[in-house]
């Protein structure tokens, strides 16, 4: 079996690429985002046992948000800072349930005022 020549394929992941970088570069020059995204900060949300008998486990949260905040004091990514939003659920899922609704319904309600203000 005879193998393509090492020039030919070269230029053909060569080719690959520049087809990739020109189908990809109007998806990146929309700047459109998700809710919880904007083009000044990324919101990100989460619940984690501050109290209870499960406590010890926000040590998880709490690095979470350290690593963020130094994010955020050496620029953010690509500029933009992040919002960390983080709700107690002492350990219990009833409760992790309404604080997590409680994340999503606020996003929402953030979405929808940004929809707003634009028309």
Same mark, same amino acid.
């Given at each position: 079996? +005879? ?6 394929? #070269? $230029? @053909?992941?060569?080719? #690959?690429?520049?087809?990739? $970088?020109?189908?990809?570069?109007? $998806? #990146?020059?929309?700047?459109? *985002? ?12 989460? =619940?984690?046992? /501050?109290?209870?008998p499960?406590?010890? /486990?926000?040590?998880? $949260?709490?690095?979470?948000?350290? *690593? ?5 004091? @050496?620029?953010?990514?690509?500029? @933009?800072k992040?919002?960390?939003?983080? *709700? ?7 409760? =992790?349930?309404?604080? =997590? +609704?409680? #994340? ?9 005022? +940004?929809?707003?203000? @634009? =028309?």
């Open positions: 079996m +005879r193998f393509p020549s090492l020039p030919f394929c #070269l $230029a @053909r992941i060569a080719s #690959l690429l520049g087809i990739a $970088a020109l189908v990809s570069a109007p $998806a #990146l020059a929309q700047g459109k *985002y998700d809710s919880g995204a904007n083009d000044v900060e990324i919101k990100i949300g989460n =619940t984690s046992p /501050y109290s209870g499960s406590s010890a /486990y926000s040590v998880v $949260a709490k690095v979470e948000a350290a *690593y963020f905040q130094m994010l955020n004091e @050496r620029g953010g990514i690509n500029g @933009r992040i919002k960390f939003v983080s *709700y107690d659920d002492a350990g219990s899922p009833p409760k =992790t349930v309404e604080q =997590t +609704r409680k #994340l999503v319904e606020s996003a929402h309600s953030a979405e929808d005022d +940004r929809l707003h203000r @634009r =028309t």
